[in-house]
């Protein structure tokens, strides 16, 4: 009697989770671009000017970003060994790579705990990037996606995540990094309001 229970019960957690998980995170979003993410050629886009490009790690896309457009906060060619180490040599004050002298430019948030903005780098555990992690580019915010570009996680370099109350949702986020200059701005624009 307790395995027919049992299966029951298994079998109804089966056809309800799906519906219930669905419910939550839509799976095809409609986003109206904002024109900030301008398309190059077959998978490939550019932001604020910084193109994305096949082949190159994830890392070398947020490098050149940065180095590009707030010169000198990103360590050059010197990041660490993975895309996670940044969420370690930012968020968990780690020696790694040059950002032990890079880190005073930027401030991290876990998934949840901000409302994402454009220009953050979106940084993923080592649950991606067969053990390096991943990283990414915040290029617009909308109520409830975010527009990604990234290098070396497939052929095309854009991606739309859901934002569901702050959180991004996708396997293995772990937050943002985001400029100390930028965070500063948004405050003080909230406390003007």
Not at 32 to 49: F, H, R, T, W
Not at 60 to 80: D, I, K, Q, V, W
Not at 160 to 185: H, M, S, T, W, Y
Request: net charge negative; hydrophobic share 40%.
């Amino acid at each position: 009697m307790r395995r027919i229970w049992l299966f029951l019960f298994v079998g109804m957690l089966a056809v309800a989770s799906p519906f219930a998980f669905q419910k939550k995170v839509p799976t095809v979003l409609e986003v109206v671009s904002n024109g900030a993410v301008q398309p190059l050629e077959d998978g490939l886009y550019s932001y604020k000017g910084i193109d994305t490009r096949h082949g190159p790690q994830c890392v070398e896309y947020a490098e050149r970003f940065y180095t590009s457009l707030f010169p000198m906060t990103f360590p050059f060619h010197n990041s660490g060994p993975g895309a996670y180490d940044i969420w370690e040599g930012v968020a968990e004050n780690k020696d790694v790579g040059s950002w032990a002298s890079h880190r005073q430019y930027f401030v991290a948030y876990e998934n949840g705990t901000t409302v994402p903005q454009a220009d953050d780098m979106l940084l993923y555990d080592r649950t991606r990037g067969g053990g390096w992690g991943h990283i990414a580019i915040i290029a617009e915010v909308h109520p409830e996606a975010v527009v990604i570009l990234e290098q070396n996680s497939g052929h095309d370099t854009r991606r739309v995540l859901p934002l569901i109350e702050n959180r991004i949702v996708d396997r293995g986020v772990k937050g943002v990094i985001r400029l100390k200059a930028q965070d500063q701005q948004e405050h003080e624009q909230e406390s003007v309001h």
